[in-house]
């Protein structure tokens, strides 16, 4: 049984700062790549950013220069540092795990709310 817990959502104030974090545990093999999607009322859910075994690092535009995501390999938890942050980035965060199989997991989510 694979499970993906997430921390670290919340509200913040436009500008302020955040640290999600996501720790997969149980029968889980070869990560390939770890990262983030989010997913706003009434929208697609979408890349933040993804970050490889090989520390490979891909955002979206939006996040560019804002965010930052990070991997401890051996605890299998991968970070989002999110900074500057502004109202159109509330949103429900998800973590995502792709293994060299091929399989994905996703986490049940943090809401994120930035508003003053």
């Known amino acids: 049984q694979v499970q993906l817990v997430e921390s670290g959502g919340g509200l913040v104030q436009p500008g302020g700062s955040l640290r999600l974090s996501c720790v997969a545990s149980?029968?889980?093999?070869?990560?390939?790549?770890m990262g983030w999607y989010r997913q706003a009322p009434g929208k697609q859910r979408e890349l933040v950013a993804r970050?490889?075994?090989?520390?490979?690092?891909n955002y979206a535009d939006s996040v560019k220069g804002r965010f930052t995501i990070s991997r401890d390999n051996g605890k299998n938890t991968v970070y989002l540092q999110m900074n500057s942050l502004k109202p159109e980035d509330t949103a429900v965060y998800y973590c995502?795990?792709?293994?060299?199989?091929?399989?994905?997991?996703w986490g049940q989510g943090t809401q994120v709310t930035v508003s003053s």
């Open positions: 995502h795990v792709h293994t060299v199989a091929g399989t994905e997991y």
């Open positions: 149980g029968s889980i093999r070869n990560i390939y790549a």
């Open positions: 970050i490889t075994s090989g520390g490979t690092t």
